[in-house]
C-alpha cells in the first residue's frame, strides 16, 4: 500500500518545516517528504488541507497495558513486588493491547510508547517499544528490551520496608543494586571460563540481562527524583561503567551542569500531578527548561497512566509557558525520547526510511485548542477525529491492504 499526504505543513522536527509538501509512505516507510515529490496512481492520497504534518509522537516512558485502567488488581501487572532483583521480568509479556490507554494515545498523536515495569522493585525489568495499535504486542513490536527498569528513593524503600526485608533504607537500595552487578561481572567471568574450556554452564535468566548492561547493549532506565538519588544514580553508572538514563528527574535541574557533563539525559515528568509525596516537592512546570539550557537532553513523559497519556503534547505546551524552547518542547516529544530509547533508526521524524507513523493536526500541536485529527501507523490509518467524534480502526478487523 502507497499512501500520500499532500498539501501539508509539514514539520519533520529533524530538519525545517515545508510549505505546502508531501509525505509518502509506501509499505509502511517514509520514502520521501518535500514539494516535489512524485506520487504514483496507485496511492491513496490525504489532503492534509494545510493541517501540520508530524511524525507521530513518542512516550519514553509509560505503563499502558501492564497498568489498565479501570481494572483494578485484575489489570495491573507494573509491579512483581515478590523479589527486589527482577531483571528477569519482562514488561513484553503483561502487555495488554486492549487496554484503553493505547487509544487514548493515538487521540493524542501518541503512536509509539515505550512501555516500563513499575518502581517497586530496585531492579524492576525489561523495557520494550511499542506502536499504540495493533492486536497483540507481538505485531506492534518496534525493539525488545529497550533498556532494564531500575528505582532508587522512596518506592522500593517502602515497598520492601513495608515488608519488614531489605531494601528498607536508601543504603539497601543502593546495595541491592551494587550486589546484583556485582554478581553479573562474576558471572561473565564464570562463562567465559567455561566457553573457553567448552564446559556446561548453566545460564541465569537475571545475570544473562545484567550482563548485557555492563556490557553496553542496554541502558539502565533509573527511576529517580530526588537530587541526592540522582546523584546515587551517577555514582553507580559511573562505578559499573553502564549507561543510565534519568527517569522523572524532578530535582533534576539542581545537578544540570553535572548531567550536562556527563551527557546524561533526562525523561522528565509526569509534570501534571501534585506534589504527592516528599520527592515531588521541588516538581514544577519550569525544570525542563532549566535542564535543557544547560545542555541536557531531555525527553518529555507523562508516566500514563499517572498523567493520561493524550496529554502528553500539552505537558510540552505548558512547558514552554514556562520557559522551554518550543523547537525543543517539540523535539522532547519526537526525536529526543526515540534517540534516547535507540529506536529512533524506526521513529521519531519524517524522513525516509522511518516508519510511516504520522499525524495531521489542525494547527500548531502546542497550540492547547488544537488536536489531532488523522493519524497513521506504518502507513495505515488508525484514528480519525470526525464530526465531533474520535475513531479508532479496530485491529481485530483486517481488511487487504
Known amino acids: 500500500m502507497t499512501l500520500a499526504i499532500t498539501h501539508g505543513?509539514?514539520?519533520?522536527?529533524?530538519?525545517d518545516p515545508i510549505e505546502d509538501a508531501?509525505?509518502?509512505?509506501?509499505?509502511?516507510?517514509i520514502v520521501a517528504v518535500g514539494r516535489d515529490v512524485e506520487i504514483p496512481e496507485s496511492a491513496t492520497v490525504v489532503d492534509a488541507a494545510g493541517g501540520w504534518v508530524l511524525p507521530g509522537f513518542v512516550e519514553a516512558h509509560g505503563h499502558l497495558g501492564?497498568?489498565?485502567?479501570?481494572?483494578?488488581?485484575a489489570g495491573d501487572d507494573t509491579n512483581e513486588m515478590t523479589d527486589p532483583n527482577g531483571a528477569r521480568l519482562r514488561a513484553l509479556d503483561a502487555i495488554n493491547p486492549a487496554d484503553q490507554g493505547f487509544a487514548d494515545a493515538l487521540s493524542g498523536g501518541v503512536t509509539t510508547a515505550v512501555i516500563k515495569p513499575g518502581s517497586g522493585n530496585p531492579i524492576g525489568g525489561q523495557t520494550v517499544a511499542v506502536k499504540c495499535w495493533g492486536r497483540s504486542v507481538d505485531e506492534m513490536l518496534?525493539?525488545?528490551?529497550?533498556?532494564?527498569?531500575?528505582?532508587l528513593g522512596e518506592n522500593p524503600k517502602r515497598v520492601y520496608g513495608d515488608q519488614k526485608k531489605l531494601p528498607s533504607?536508601?543504603?539497601?537500595?543502593a546495595a541491592v543494586i551494587r550486589d546484583a552487578l556485582m554478581k553479573a561481572q562474576d558471572y561473565k567471568a564464570r562463562k567465559a571460563a567455561a566457553e573457553r574450556e567448552d564446559k556446561p554452564f548453566d545460564r541465569d535468566g537475571t545475570l544473562e540481562i545484567l550482563v548485557r548492561v555492563l556490557d553496553g547493549e542496554l541502558p539502565w532506565c533509573q527511576h529517580t527524583h530526588r537530587a541526592d538519588d540522582i546523584a546515587t544514580a551517577?555514582?553507580?553508572?559511573?562505578?559499573?561503567?553502564y549507561r543510565v538514563i534519568i527517569n522523572h528527574g524532578t530535582e533534576g535541574h539542581l545537578l544540570a551542569d553535572t548531567l550536562a557533563e556527563r551527557n546524561v539525559p533526562v525523561i522528565i515528568?509526569?509534570?501534571?500531578?501534585?506534589?504527592?509525596?516528599?520527592?515531588?516537592?521541588?516538581?514544577a512546570l519550569r525544570n525542563p527548561g532549566i535542564l535543557a539550557r544547560a545542555g541536557v537532553e531531555l525527553a518529555i513523559t507523562t508516566d500514563h497512566p499517572v498523567v493520561p497519556i493524550h496529554f502528553l503534547v500539552h505537558q510540552a505546551t505548558l512547558a514552554v509557558k514556562e520557559g522551554l524552547d518550543r523547537d525543543t518542547a517539540l523535539r522532547s516529544i519526537t526525536v529526543n525520547p526515540a534517540r534516547i530509547m535507540g529506536i529512533d533508526d524506526r521513529v521519531g521524524a519524517l524522513r525516509p526510511?522511518?516508519?510511516?507513523?504520522?499525524?495531521i493536526c489542525g494547527g500548531d500541536p502546542l497550540d492547547v485548542m488544537s488536536r489531532a485529527l488523522r493519524v497513521f501507523v506504518s502507513g495505515r490509518e488508525v484514528y480519525s477525529y470526525v464530526d465531533g467524534e474520535s475513531v479508532v480502526a479496530d485491529p481485530y478487523y483486517r481488511e487487504s491492504r
Open 9 to 15: 505543513y509539514v514539520v519533520p522536527v529533524d530538519g
Open 22 to 29: 508531501t509525505v509518502l509512505v509506501a509499505d509502511g516507510k
Open 66 to 73: 501492564v497498568y489498565e485502567e479501570a481494572e483494578g488488581w
Open 142 to 151: 518496534v525493539k525488545e528490551p529497550v533498556s532494564v527498569k531500575s528505582a
Open 169 to 173: 533504607t536508601r543504603q539497601g537500595v
Open 234 to 241: 551517577l555514582r553507580l553508572a559511573a562505578e559499573f561503567g
Open 269 to 283: 515528568g509526569p509534570l501534571f500531578t501534585s506534589r504527592s509525596k516528599v520527592e515531588l516537592r521541588q516538581r
Open 353 to 359: 526510511g522511518l516508519d510511516g507513523d504520522v499525524v
